[in-house]
């Protein structure tokens, strides 16, 4: 394993080095600088966004619900959240917030998938035509899995 070494002690063994050996000798320590945890994000594709915008028929809290979707599903767009939830987060009913989800799964910008460990729940994941969550490799495995459901029609955005 590598050791770490941060600005200042690189300086310090640079100035040590050159008092031991030579003070007219330059002595540089170079030293990999951190990088930045990219934040999370989730990727959007432009030609099924617009086409969500312009359509009609999907009230305002609809709107609210696909991006509160977008900001908090999980990688490979699993969304893990229930109802009450999403509602106490937006303020707003739940009767509101399952019409809405409804609308969205009707357009199938959600997609409604029978849990494999308890079939009486749904597992929800946002449609990866819309936008992605996850590494690009997975991306194409994960839309292949998902024609082989047993409404693979449930992929194709309704709004195209």
């Known amino acids: 394993m590598k050791n770490r070494i941060n600005k200042l002690q690189a300086e310090n063994i640079s100035k040590s ?6 003070e007219n000798m330059q ?3 170079l030293f990999k600088s951190k990088i930045p945890r990219i934040p999370d994000y989730t990727q959007v594709f432009q030609e099924a966004l617009k086409r969500i915008v312009a359509g009609e028929g999907m009230t305002l809290i609809t709107y ?7 900001g908090t599903m999980q990688f490979e ?3 893990g959240i229930n109802i009450k939830t999403m509602a106490e987060d937006l303020n707003v009913s739940e009767p509101s917030i ?5 609308q969205l799964k009707e357009l199938n910008i959600v997609i409604s998938i029978k849990d494999t460990m308890d079939r009486r729940l749904n597992c929800y994941m946002l449609n990866p035509k819309a ?4 590494k690009a490799k997975n991306y194409i495995s994960v ?3 998902m024609k ?3 409404d693979p029609g449930q992929l194709k955005l309704k709004l195209f």
């Not at 399952?98 to 409804?102: F, L």
């Open 98 to 102: 399952k019409r809405a989800m409804k």
């Open 17 to 22: 080095i050159q008092n031991e050996v030579n």
């Open 143 to 145: 839309v292949k899995k």
């Open 27 to 29: 002595v540089s320590v």
């Open 131 to 134: 936008a992605w969550k996850g």
């Open 64 to 70: 609210r619900v696909f991006c509160y979707l977008l």
């Open 77 to 79: 767009n699993f969304i």
């Open 148 to 150: 082989n459901l047993k």
